[in-house]
């Protein structure tokens, strides 16, 4: 009994958090046991110092109880029967036998967290963080201020404990940014699959090597992810005067991205004409030749659309003596832009 309470025995290295720090940054794919380790670590302060008071934040109230406290790796759930906390969710407090206590606030409203100040807070998936962020993550920063009398013994500052799934936002280059202590772990999916359903594993094997699945399975972050950036970009810098434009292609590729969801004007449906050619050098370069895309609430409406610009792209057929090869050869196109 003793040893299945004892957590320490049972967390992975990467899981368990340095002796000194000032924000130790936990990023792991979906189901590595971030929770876990976060839940474990604000146990450990509580039972390491009486004096300690611990803040726990996550995106709602609904998602601090139902995840943070009483999920299947939270507070309640693994803490030991001889030092379990008391809980009084009228006032939004945790209180162990010992004198150290805890509150939760969820991340929404900078402002409620002002007056405040703790000793340790423990910040869960901020990736999930609604309204101002960034605003809700510096507060967090000023409240994080108090000390007690085994911190100052030992030289321990104020600390706070992230755990989340990266994600390229402005939000994680802020807590990244704020590099003074700042330790950072990394864990995959892969690494806890004694925990997890085999079929889970074959899911996650399928769609690890994803854009989505290095960061969702895999825990890396990665900034060129951002659709900001995309957003950012100047397409129209790239653009190629028609009368320069190729006029051969070595293939000419015809994309399809029909709309998808029930929200009202989700009816967008992506139909764009590439010409792949190599260039002297060495590299395949697209051109984007015609953006034949449109709203319709019909199927029928954007199939005819693709076939259309498939037939109108496709290159003229001529004959080639036996054991020789040609190039694709397009229509001139009007207007084509590097890619």
């Known amino acids: 009994m003793l040893l299945y309470h004892e957590h320490r025995d049972w967390l992975r290295p990467v899981q368990r958090p340095p002796t000194h720090f000032r924000t130790w940054f936990f990023m792991g794919g979906r189901g590595t046991g971030k929770t876990y380790a976060g839940a474990a670590a604000v146990i450990d302060e509580a039972r390491s110092d009486p004096e300690a008071r611990i803040l726990i934040v996550g995106p709602t109230y609904s998602e601090i109880v139902k995840n943070q406290l009483e999920g299947t790796s939270g507070i309640l759930t693994i803490s030991a029967p001889w030092f379990f906390t008391k809980v009084e969710k009228s006032r939004r407090k945790l209180a162990w036998p010992n004198g150290a206590q805890a509150t939760w606030l969820p991340a929404k409203n900078a402002d409620k967290f002002r007056g405040h100040q703790y000793t340790f807070i423990w910040a869960d998936e901020p990736v999930a963080w609604k309204g101002d962020a960034v605003a809700v993550y510096k507060e967090c920063r000023v409240v994080n201020r ?162 259309k610009a498939l037939e109108a792209w496709a290159p003229p057929r001529r004959s080639a003596p036996m054991g020789s090869q040609t190039r694709g050869c397009s229509p001139s196109p009007t207007r084509a832009a590097a890619w």
Request: negative net charge.
């Open 146 to 307: 108090r000390t007690t009398t085994r911190m100052r013994v030992q030289g321990l500052p104020p600390r706070m404990v992230i755990t989340t799934t990266p994600a390229p936002t402005v939000l994680f280059r802020e807590m990244l940014g704020d590099r003074e202590g700042l330790v950072l772990a990394r864990s995959s999916t892969l690494e806890n699959l004694a925990n997890l359903a085999p079929d889970y594993e074959a899911y996650v094997r399928r769609v690890m090597e994803t854009p989505e699945g290095r960061r969702e399975f895999m825990g890396e972050l990665r900034f060129d992810l951002d659709p900001a950036l995309y957003r950012s970009v100047n397409w129209n810098a790239s653009r190629i005067d028609p009368k320069k434009a190729p006029k051969e292609y070595d293939a000419i590729i015809v994309s399809v991205d029909p709309a998808t969801g029930e929200k009202k004007g989700a009816d967008m449906h992506g139909i764009v004409v590439l010409g792949v050619r190599l260039e002297a050098d060495g590299l395949d370069h697209a051109y984007v030749l015609q953006d034949a895309s449109l709203r319709t609430p019909e199927p029928e409406v954007w199939a005819r659309e693709a076939i």
